[in-house]
């Protein structure tokens, strides 16, 4: 089946905990993207991933890294993670650019103490 | 960057009638215009997408249109169900080679038997 994994679905952590949420597709996709989505705020871009090795900030980058090693996985990282960071996260992927269809992972829903 | 903007932010209809959601984008350069929809705890999910060298779309009971003078962009929904209650996002995109999707705030659409 395809489709696109997240882990954890759910995360409870303290202030300055780094933390890493993984997602993976198995649709051999080349355009990997994280986003967070807060009340009122909709959908915001945090970093996205054109292929292996190649990354870019997003609209809202700060205070989160990624890697993309492999074409399948793109690990989000908080290596210092606050409150604010506490919202609900998608992982995304699609065929190769922003103007294909975004393929959503099931999200994480991330509480920073 | 590219700035949507979404309104309303809640609609209530009663079944069968029609639902209206508005967006209107800043980038002139934008030519890729998706919506998608999300129900209540899950993922968001592309409904129907519009290019810009296409002024209407539709399928079934949903359709887009699309303004490049005006930029802006709508959604219609015809015959609405209580099973098309759900969060609604437009988004833009530059286009292919473009990496960034920017989405609007959402709608919260009800619709009432």
Redo the contacts between chains.
């Keep these: 089946e395809a489709q696109v994994t997240q882990n954890p679905r759910y995360l409870i952590t303290v202030t300055g905990k780094k933390l890493t949420v993984t997602c993976s597709q198995n649709m051999n996709h080349e355009?990997m993207?994280w986003?967070r989505q807060d009340p009122?705020?909709?959908?915001?871009?945090i970093y996205?991933s054109?292929n292996v090795e190649v990354t870019?900030k997003?609209?809202v980058p700060e205070g989160y890294k990624v890697s993309r090693k492999e074409k399948r996985n793109f690990p989000l990282i908080l290596e210092s993670p606050s409150p604010n960071q506490t919202s609900l996260y998608?992982c995304a992927s699609t065929t190769d650019?922003?103007?294909d269809?975004?393929y959503?992972?099931?999200?994480t829903r991330l509480t920073v103490l | 960057g590219e700035n949507v903007e979404q309104h309303p932010s809640t609609l209530s209809v009663q079944e069968g009638d029609s639902a209206v959601i508005k967006c209107t984008y800043s980038d002139s350069a934008s030519n890729y215009f998706p919506w998608y929809k999300q129900e209540l705890g899950k993922r968001p999910q592309l409904i129907i997408d519009i290019r810009s060298n296409v002024g209407e779309k539709k399928d079934q009971r949903i359709a887009v249109t699309l303004n490049k003078t005006a930029k802006h962009f709508s959604l219609h929904i015809t015959e609405t169900q209580p099973e098309d209650s759900a969060v609604y996002f437009c988004a833009a995109s530059k286009g292919e080679g473009y990496s960034t999707l920017t989405f609007g705030k959402g709608t919260m659409l009800l619709v009432s038997p």
């Design positions: 355009y993207s986003y009122g705020l909709g959908l915001r871009q996205y054109m870019d997003g609209d998608f650019s922003s103007t269809t975004q959503f992972g099931p999200g």
